[in-house]
């Protein structure tokens, strides 16, 4: 399969998964659309170099952030089934059914980030990107960044006028995507 008909049988799945979210923007799943597409672009661009030099500085980084990304959507998923109790009463049209959780979540890893899916993501861009860094591959790990850290705005624009002032002391205790720093 070329890179072109990778990007287009990928970019089809991505719309499909966000088509509710899509039609509504400023919606943390429309951000999270645009995240998707750079990511798919880092991946593309780069797998055909992938595992080449696996003990390389960069393929070594980029291999490290995979991990971490896999790390942190199961930690973040489990957590968040087993203590958000998602209701489907709770549904703007865009969320996917985990996301529709009903009380704040603090614990495990929530505990120290509020977005560790989020995080999962850009560890994942990032390491994509260091598969084969390059000029072109800076400007999509970027435009991957700047679309999470909106997602993540947007998210909690969201969870703020649904929880209220429980989110607002959630968000004074804990940061955004790196534990005690970011």
Aim: with cysteine; glycine share 8%; hydrophobic share 45%.
């Amino acid at each position: 399969m070329n890179d072109l008909t990778l990007l287009l049988a990928g970019t089809a799945v991505v719309i499909w998964l966000s088509r509710k979210p899509l039609r509504k923007p400023g919606s943390h799943g429309f951000y999270r659309f645009f995240a998707w597409e750079a990511i798919l672009g880092l991946i593309v661009l780069n797998h055909g170099i992938w595992g080449d030099d696996p003990y390389s500085p960069h393929q070594f980084t980029s291999w490290m952030l995979m991990l971490l990304s896999i790390f942190l959507v199961a930690e973040g998923t489990r957590t968040l089934r087993r203590h958000g109790a998602a209701n489907a009463k709770r549904d703007d049209g865009t969320f996917y059914e985990f996301e529709k959780t009903t009380q704040v979540v603090s614990r495990g890893i929530f505990g120290y980030i509020r977005h560790p899916m989020y995080a999962s993501l850009l560890a994942l861009a990032w390491g994509a990107y260091f598969q084969d860094p390059s000029l072109l591959g800076t400007f999509i790990a970027g435009l991957a960044t700047l679309f999470l850290w909106l997602t993540a705005k947007a998210d909690e624009r969201e969870c703020m006028a649904y929880f209220g002032a429980d989110y607002a002391d959630y968000m004074q205790r804990t940061k955004r995507f790196i534990p005690f720093l970011l």
